[in-house]
Every structure is written in structure tokens, then in C-alpha cells.
């Protein structure tokens, strides 16, 4: 059995890539309907070889889901970075933020706001060797472990309020099933009324009586819904145990609860279903709201 995991979440690792350089790894993951990834280097460089790498690295882990990973490359101390700094770039930027408007408040410059200005850091860019990159992927499996980590924890932080949800829908469908095996009988009561108020007292043979009200309680016989609905909610409670990667599934699944219940509220509106079908829609709907933060 696989723990089910939440498409939000949080992982972050770093490590030495080589003697000179040391890598920060954050990651942020939203919803999503598909495996999404961006990149955000600080400082720049050529991300388009390593947001593929990058991104068949989650892949090994991921599913869904929209991922913010940046990386922070820094000297690591031991050795030139090769990274030339250009402070005369901040000196202009400060000269020119002492002309801003009074009253407006700016909050301090920090090192990584300096390194996205264009022209800090010698060209924007930096070359990586391929022992760095190779380094570098390794860490990004180490932060986005912890986002799965993180994911499996939030998931299961949504599980009891699921499971209530879904009580209240194994209710809906005892309470239904009985009420279709006793439609037959409340029919028939309610044709003899009828049939007594229009003819006003005139005879009418008993089997034609039983004959319509067999035809009505055809119409309304739910059995089939009855059925199809429970083998629904065993099979959710089955994706839901058995873990893993089953948000697809599952709004699969809720679309077909959804169906069974309006064919059973339109099939046998004798029965007084009104409240008790807009509860359960209710709870379905809940239950796509939770369903759509699982992955």
C-alpha cells in the first residue's frame, strides 16, 4: 500500500557541487492537472539543458502538479567562484533609489536581488562543469524527496475529513436502497387515494389497480442505481487504501456517483428524496473539492 499524497507542499536540500560552488534547492508545488515545472537560476545561466534534466529528475517521483524550483549557486569559499561582482552596478542603483518619491519605503536590496540585476554579476551568467550538473541534479532529488515527504503528510492530514464525507454518502445509499424495496407498496397506496378522489366512490378492479401501480413502481424501481452507486463507493474506498497516485481516478469516480444520484432523484421522486439528495450532492462536491489536492 502507497501513503496518497497532496499536490502542495514544500522541499528544499543543498550541498558542494565542486570546490567552488555550493547549491540551495527549493521547491514549491501548487495544483495542477499535469507535471509542470519552472526553473529559476540565481545567477542566471543556460537553463534549457537543465530544466529538462531537472524536470525528468521529478518526473521520477511526480505525477501532477505545478513546481516552482529555484536554485541559489554560491561560492562555496575554497575557491574563485568565477563569479566577478560588479559593485559599481549596485553603487548606480543606490544613487538612483535616493531620487525616489518621499513617503515611498522600499524594503532592504539582500545579495540575491543584487545577483538579478542585470550587470551584478559578470555577463548574468555562469558556465557549470559537468561533475556540477551531475552534482547539482543529485541535490535536486534530495529537495524534491522532502516535497514528497511533505505531500504524504498532507495528505493524510486531509484523510479524516474525507472519510466523513464519504459516511455520510454510505448513509445516502442504505438509506435509499431501503426506500426502493418499500416503493412498490407506497405506490399503490398512493394510487388508490388518487383513484378515490377523481372517480368519487366508482369501482375499479382490483388487478388493474395493482397493474398501474406495478407499472409506476417499475419507473421508480432504483435497483440497478441502488447497486451501481454501492460498487462506486466500494471502489473509492478502495483507490483511497490502496494509496498511491489516484487523483484521476478519483474525479473519474465522483463523476459517476454524481450520475447515479441524479438518475435515482429523477427515477423516484415518490419517495421524498428532495433534502437527503441535495446532502448528498453536497457531500460529493466536498469530496471534489479534497480530491482535487491529491495527486
Do not use: Y
Not at 540551495?24 to 537543465?50: G, I, K
Amino acid at each position: 500500500m502507497k501513503p496518497l499524497r497532496s499536490m502542495t507542499g514544500f522541499g528544499s536540500a543543498q550541498g558542494e557541487l565542486s570546490e567552488r560552488l555550493v547549491a540551495s534547492v527549493r521547491l514549491a508545488a501548487v495544483n495542477a492537472r499535469f507535471l509542470e515545472v519552472s526553473l529559476r537560476v540565481v545567477p542566471r545561466l543556460d537553463v534549457d539543458e537543465l530544466e529538462t534534466a531537472a524536470r525528468r529528475v521529478l518526473g521520477e517521483a511526480l505525477d501532477r502538479g505545478r513546481v516552482l524550483l529555484t536554485v541559489e549557486l554560491r561560492s562555496a569559499g575554497r575557491a574563485d567562484a568565477a563569479l566577478q561582482l560588479h559593485w559599481e552596478v549596485a553603487d548606480a542603483l543606490m544613487s538612483a533609489l535616493q531620487r525616489r518619491p518621499s513617503g515611498l519605503e522600499l524594503a532592504p536590496l539582500s545579495l540575491r536581488d543584487l545577483l538579478a540585476l542585470p550587470g551584478f554579476a559578470e555577463g548574468g551568467t555562469l558556465a557549470l562543469t559537468d561533475e556540477e550538473r551531475t552534482a547539482l541534479l543529485a541535490i535536486i532529488a534530495q529537495g524534491r524527496d522532502a516535497l514528497v515527504v511533505e505531500r504524504e503528510r498532507e495528505a493524510a492530514a486531509l484523510m479524516p475529513g474525507i472519510r466523513a464525507v464519504i459516511a455520510e454518502l454510505v448513509a445516502f445509499h442504505g438509506w435509499i436502497k431501503g426506500a426502493n424495496d418499500e416503493v412498490a407498496a407506497a405506490l399503490l397506496g398512493r394510487l388508490r387515494e388518487r383513484l378515490a378522489r377523481l372517480l368519487e366512490g366508482a369501482t375499479v378492479p382490483e388487478e388493474r389497480i395493482v397493474v398501474e401501480a406495478g407499472l409506476l413502481a417499475d419507473r421508480a424501481d432504483v435497483s440497478e442505481e441502488v447497486e451501481r452507486l454501492g460498487a462506486h463507493l466500494a471502489h473509492l474506498d478502495a483507490l483511497l487504501t490502496g494509496g498511491g497516485q489516484v487523483g484521476k481516478k478519483l474525479d473519474f469516480l465522483l463523476q459517476e456517483l454524481l450520475r447515479e444520484v441524479n438518475t435515482t432523484a429523477s427515477k423516484c421522486r415518490e419517495v421524498g428524496m428532495g433534502e437527503r439528495v441535495v446532502a448528498a450532492k453536497s457531500a460529493l462536491e466536498k469530496l471534489r473539492e479534497q480530491f482535487a489536492n491529491l495527486e
